[in-house]
């Protein structure tokens, strides 16, 4: 069956330092992939997405993910994490039969000062 | 810029009761796809329209329904609530299906439903 697994359910780093989520699909076709922040008690917001093109996507806020066919991954990266990233993240796809998301089950992120 | 709006914002019910959740798109889009984020869960999908019509149905619970009216806005009625149902409810809109053409989904900011 076609899903997306989220390596860590949740993360901690330290401001400043190298923010990497994980985030793996499992089909044999590659499906369009996004990546989501939810900050408390609010809606989805989208950072980034890969379709088709260049494998490495730049987002917003600084982030950015690399698609990786071989490795069936499309892993989120910030290169210095800020507090104001704290907030929870979701892998989707987009599997090209149909046009609903389908979510990992979320990487909470926590920066400490 | 409009974004997609859902009402009410919050919600309190009780057993056996219904509910109603509105959603109104961004102008000019018309797909609007609903979604259901349990306490501590990801957005499961529930339902989705394009042009009216019923595009794609997840795992919506037959106690529930939805439509699409000629706006364009939608309307997902839950009746003989659930404990379980508590949950947040995402409604999300896009121009033309997601899957076909790619297009963004952009959410709304939630419905949190809480059945007491």
């Known amino acids: 069956a076609q899903s997306v697994t989220q390596l860590g359910s949740h993360v901690s780093v330290s401001e400043g330092a190298l923010v990497l989520l994980r985030c793996n699909y499992s089909s044999s076709v590659p499906p369009y992939l996004f990546w989501y922040v939810q900050y408390p008690n609010q809606g989805l917001q989208l950072l980034l997405k890969?379709?088709?093109?260049?494998?490495l996507v730049k987002g917003i806020n600084g982030f950015e993910a690399e698609f990786k066919k071989s490795e069936t991954s499309f892993h989120l990266t910030k290169p210095s994490a800020h507090m104001s990233d704290a907030a929870e993240y979701f892998c989707?796809?987009?599997?090209?039969?149909?046009?609903?998301?389908?979510f990992g089950k979320g990487t909470k992120l926590s920066v400490k000062p | 810029a409009a974004g997609v709006i859902q009402s009410p914002r919050h919600l309190i019910k009780e057993k056996r009761e219904t509910a109603t959740l509105k959603c109104y798109p961004i102008?000019?889009?018309?797909?609007v796809y609903w979604y259901q984020q349990g306490p501590g869960q990801d957005p499961q999908f529930l339902i989705s329209f394009y042009e009216k019509m019923q595009s794609d149905k997840g795992s919506i619970p037959d106690r529930f329904s939805a439509q699409q009216f000629s706006d364009y806005h939608s309307e997902l009625n839950m009746s003989s609530l659930e404990l379980g149902d508590s949950a947040l409810y995402f409604c999300?809109?896009?121009?033309?299906?997601?899957?076909?053409?790619?297009?963004?989904?952009?959410f709304g900011p939630g419905t949190r439903l809480t059945v007491l």
């Open positions: 890969y379709t088709t093109g260049a494998t």
């Open positions: 999300a809109s896009s121009l033309g299906l997601a899957g076909a053409r790619l297009n963004e989904q952009f």
């Open positions: 989707a796809v987009i599997w090209r039969s149909q046009g609903n998301l389908i």
């Open positions: 102008p000019r889009h018309d797909t």
